[in-house]
């Protein structure tokens, strides 16, 4: 199972997902390729994949990417080898992907689950976005694409609200577990362990 | 929202019921009418409305029960009346019905939300309803019929196993908060509030 989460930057995506990961060892984390440097404290191959912008450029003419973008000057991508390998080997797999990366996302998977994640309010999300310190300039950027992006919201599966963080932690973990136990994917887990049942 | 859980006899499907309701205060559960005499302990109006038979059957003529049910020779109901009544005061409800009676349910509200719980396995069910003491006879109806419903359970929308009964509870919980969050029900809930979200 593929599981899409999407959300204006400031909603809290990256602890929220972190926090779900930790409760599931069968869930893993989709690492994303970037050309982008490393931050302090992020590993090559755990936070992202990191490469060059020539080696972006021929993964990207080669097709082996599901989605990418170009934000802030950095290149991002989604392996779609890596996401085949995991699901391959039966694992579910969680991806933070911007809507539009999700869009292309979901063409190639349909079956995916989207979620889509809210701040409480415009006001909210301005006063987290205010709190990274960053100029005027680049906060009316930032609102002004995080209004883009929420527009989006309307053709996601699942929408969260992170107003409380372990409230919306406990609904995003309620989602990834009733889809699996969602008739289509419960068949798909049990297979032959059905003959026990209908005797 | 219409939550409707069916489970063959000695599932566990009162105690799973009964602990997800327990949790959430908005969901409410729909009494059933029936003919059968209380047992002791029942209370009437909690656990079942207890009516006569005639009452019954003149309720049945003015087409008050979405579905009805005779078993071991007593009547069994869900009154329309009182689901509509429940979800006109913004509750949302959970009823134990049985397949026959969930499908009708379904015809008249095809939004609800329908979840078949299983025994691990037949024959884990069949030690479950020894336990209970009864005759040979008995023991091969109740199995005999619940192989008949768990064929149904080819058209609910999830289905969960109760093999330990805390994580089947998790999980029927966890169904009910994630249908809070899909999306086309969201939008009922937030109404006018999505507009401090779209600017």
């Given at each position: 199972m593929l599981i899409v989460v999407s959300a204006p930057s400031g909603t809290g995506k990256t602890s929220l997902c972190r926090e779900v990961l930790a409760m599931f060892p069968e869930l893993r984390f989709s690492v994303s390729w970037t050309t982008r440097p490393p931050r302090p404290g992020e590993r090559d191959g755990q936070d992202y994949c990191f490469t060059s912008e020539a080696e972006f450029r021929r993964r990207i003419e080669q097709g082996e990417f599901v989605e990418w973008v170009e934000n802030y000057g950095h290149l991002y991508g989604t392996s779609i080898r890596t996401v085949q390998s995991f699901l391959d080997q039966g694992h579910d797999l969680l991806l933070d992907v911007d809507p539009r990366g999700a869009r292309a996302i979901k063409e190639r998977f349909p079956s995916g689950v989207f979620i889509f994640l809210l701040p409480p309010s415009l006001a909210a999300l301005e006063v987290r976005l205010s709190r990274r310190g960053e100029s005027a300039d680049v906060m009316a950027a930032r609102l002004a694409k995080a209004k883009d992006e929420i527009r989006?919201?309307?053709?996601?599966?699942y929408l969260i609200v992170n107003e409380q963080l372990d409230e919306a932690v406990d609904r995003l973990r309620a989602v990834y577990m009733a889809e699996t136990c969602r008739r289509e994917r419960f068949y798909d887990r049990m297979k032959g362990d059905l003959q026990s049942l209908t005797g």
């Open positions: 989006e919201m309307i053709w996601y599966d």
